[in-house]
């Protein structure tokens, strides 16, 4: 039962991803929420269905040189470079933190190397009850190396599969679009043994200031995320669906792209997402997931839907 400030409707937006239950299908993107401190001041983070905090490596990572985000047209393009503080720090000083809000953690992760799995492995399995999931990222544009997991079929089943074989949570794999066949690799992470597959990272873009001659980004390329890529983040969803269905693989797909309203959710569902993370939207909309949240069951509702559930692969073409 969902309270709404009019009315009491009846309406199910719980979402079961394999063994991971959330309370609804509203999660917010790694890299966008921070490590979601100053976010508790905007509103009651136990509204999410689950927080992905910032990647996380091994080692502490400075990330790439200043200007590393500028904005373009609908899209955000940044090169962050993965700056964070390490594992070890994540987990002593971050987690603690995270857990207090009361939402689900998802916590991603980045390797370079399969022996880096096996570190995560165990320190992980450490504070296993504190963790919901695990995102394994094999995306990211903005390091070297970043989406090498992410762009070949046989990599990244290996990577997944080394990473299965150390931890019994849930397991997600973030796609990177920046391939040509984006539905081959989720195959592969799917035969790695992955619980679940999200799409997409950031799409490789580039930004140019022609008066000076200069990229506006101190890394040259960096990722575009927003509005701009909705319809690629859609496309990948949906051919990730069905090269799924026609393999009989039947993990969940998690959308992300450019999702800034429920309707955009919406649109997701249709084309076989379970459930989405909301990204760049929680820059210039700090309560965008909480609104789509609350919009949510009343969407559902005005369109004779009792379940959000249903929507999932129902698009007709
Ligand atoms: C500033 C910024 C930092 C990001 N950092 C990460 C990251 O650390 N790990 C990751 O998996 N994705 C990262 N992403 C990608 C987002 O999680 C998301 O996949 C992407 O932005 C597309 O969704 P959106 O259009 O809703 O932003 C980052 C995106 C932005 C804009």
Same mark, same amino acid.
């Given at each position: 039962?969902?309270?709404?400030?009019?009315?009491?409707?009846?309406?199910?937006?719980?979402?079961?991803?394999?063994?991971?239950?959330?309370?609804?299908?509203?999660?917010?993107?790694?890299?966008?929420?921070?490590?979601?401190?100053?976010?508790?001041?905007?509103?009651?983070?136990?509204?999410?269905?689950?927080?992905?905090?910032?990647?996380?490596?091994?080692?502490?990572?400075?990330?790439?040189?200043?200007?590393?985000?500028?904005?373009?047209?609908?899209?955000?393009?940044?090169?962050?470079?993965?700056?964070?503080?390490?594992?070890?720090?994540?987990?002593?000083?971050?987690?603690?933190?995270?857990?207090?809000?009361?939402?689900?953690?998802?916590?991603?992760?980045? $390797?370079?190397?399969?022996?880096?799995?096996?570190?995560?492995?165990?320190?992980?399995?450490?504070?296993?009850?504190e963790i919901a999931a695990v995102e394994l990222n094999v995306s990211c544009p903005n390091v070297s190396g970043g989406t090498d997991f992410g762009t070949d079929p046989m990599l990244c089943e290996e990577i997944v599969r080394?990473?299965?074989?150390?931890?019994?949570?849930?397991?997600?794999?973030?796609?990177?679009?920046?391939?040509?066949?984006?539905?081959?690799?989720?195959?592969?992470?799917?035969?790695?043994?992955?619980?679940?597959?999200?799409?997409?990272?950031?799409?490789?873009?580039?930004?140019?200031?022609?008066?000076?001659?200069?990229?506006?980004?101190?890394?040259?390329?960096?990722?575009?995320?927003?509005?701009?890529?909705?319809?690629?983040?859609?496309?990948?969803?949906?051919?990730?669906?069905?090269?799924?269905?026609?393999?009989?693989?039947?993990?969940?797909?998690?959308?992300?792209?450019?999702?800034?309203?429920?309707?955009?959710?919406?649109?997701?569902?249709?084309?076989?997402?379970?459930? $989405?993370?909301?990204?760049?939207?929680?820059?210039?909309?700090?309560?965008?997931?909480?609104?789509?949240?609350?919009?949510?069951?009343?969407?559902?509702?005005?369109?004779?839907?009792?379940?959000?559930?249903?929507?999932?692969?129902?698009?007709?073409?």
């Amino acid at each position: 039962m969902i309270k709404n400030s009019a009315f009491f409707i009846s309406m199910n937006l719980k979402i079961q991803l394999g063994k991971l239950t959330l309370q609804n299908p509203v999660m917010v993107a790694s890299g966008t929420f921070g490590y979601a401190r100053e976010m508790a001041a905007v509103f009651d983070l136990s509204r999410l269905g689950a927080m992905i905090p910032k990647t996380v490596t091994i080692t502490p990572r400075e990330g790439n040189q200043t200007p590393r985000a500028v904005e373009t047209t609908a899209g955000l393009l940044n090169a962050i470079g993965l700056d964070n503080d390490g594992i070890d720090r994540f987990l002593t000083e971050k987690l603690p933190d995270l857990k207090k809000y009361g939402s689900p953690i998802i916590v991603s992760v980045a $390797v370079k190397s399969p022996e880096e799995c096996d570190l995560f492995g165990e320190k992980l399995r450490k504070k296993a009850s504190e963790i919901a999931a695990v995102e394994l990222n094999v995306s990211c544009p903005n390091v070297s190396g970043g989406t090498d997991f992410g762009t070949d079929p046989m990599l990244c089943e290996e990577i997944v599969r080394r990473m299965r074989s150390v931890t019994e949570h849930f397991l997600m794999v973030k796609l990177t679009p920046n391939v040509t066949k984006i539905a081959e690799i989720a195959m592969a992470a799917a035969r790695g043994g992955a619980d679940a597959v999200s799409a997409i990272n950031t799409c490789l873009g580039m930004s140019v200031d022609w008066r000076n001659r200069e990229p506006r980004l101190a890394n040259v390329v960096g990722g575009l995320s927003g509005p701009a890529i909705k319809p690629i983040a859609l496309r990948c969803v949906h051919q990730i669906y069905q090269e799924f269905r026609k393999n009989g693989v039947n993990i969940p797909i998690v959308g992300i792209g450019g999702i800034a309203s429920a309707e955009d959710l919406l649109e997701f569902l249709v084309v076989g997402a379970s459930a $989405v993370q909301i990204g760049t939207a929680n820059f210039y909309n700090p309560t965008a997931a909480l609104q789509i949240i609350e919009r949510l069951p009343q969407i559902l509702e005005e369109n004779g839907i009792d379940d959000v559930n249903e929507l999932t692969g129902t698009l007709k073409y």
